[in-house]
């Protein structure tokens, strides 16, 4: 089992390459449902931040959750079974990490699957796969 890892934030240029990808998972154009945030922490001076879901054993957004829509993943983080969710986005304000995007169309949130997708795409070599002990 793989999960996503920011392996140096420093090297971030801010070209959102990695949540353009990401959303086409979905097959639309533009950031609107990606699940990585690539956010400027100050101007091209400062730099970069990128905020991807760390994977975590106890998902604090699968504790809130009222309807069980976000299960466990088997190496950590979740999986959203849309079917469930009923839009109340009380894991968008669970996460510590502010992992949790927000689709507006859908008011659901868009969660990270860990698919690997984006480092592809990375020019600067910021993201990677990492393998998860059981």
């Known amino acids: 089992m793989k999960r996503l890892?920011?392996?140096?934030?420093d090297l971030c240029v801010g070209c959102m390459s990695c949540m353009f990808a990401c959303?086409?998972?979905f097959g639309v154009a533009g950031i609107a449902k990606s699940?990585?945030?690539?956010?400027?922490?100050?101007?091209?001076?400062?730099g970069f931040t990128v905020i991807v879901c760390r994977a975590c054993k106890e998902p604090s957004c699968a504790v809130v959750c009222p309807t069980n829509a976000l299960i466990r993943r088997k190496g950590g983080g979740v999986i959203l079974d849309s079917s469930k969710c009923i839009g109340c986005a009380r894991c968008v304000d669970?996460?510590?990490?502010?992992?949790?995007?927000?689709?507006?169309?859908e008011s659901k949130p868009v969660i990270c699957v860990h698919c690997g997708y984006c480092v592809?795409?990375?020019?600067?070599g910021v993201l990677a796969m990492e393998e998860v002990g059981e």
């Open 23 to 25: 959303a086409r998972r």
């Open 35 to 46: 699940a990585i945030l690539v956010r400027s922490v100050g101007g091209v001076e400062r």
């Open 5 to 9: 890892v920011v392996v140096d934030p």
């Open 94 to 105: 669970a996460c510590p990490f502010g992992a949790v995007q927000w689709d507006p169309d």
């Open 120 to 124: 592809n795409y990375c020019p600067h």
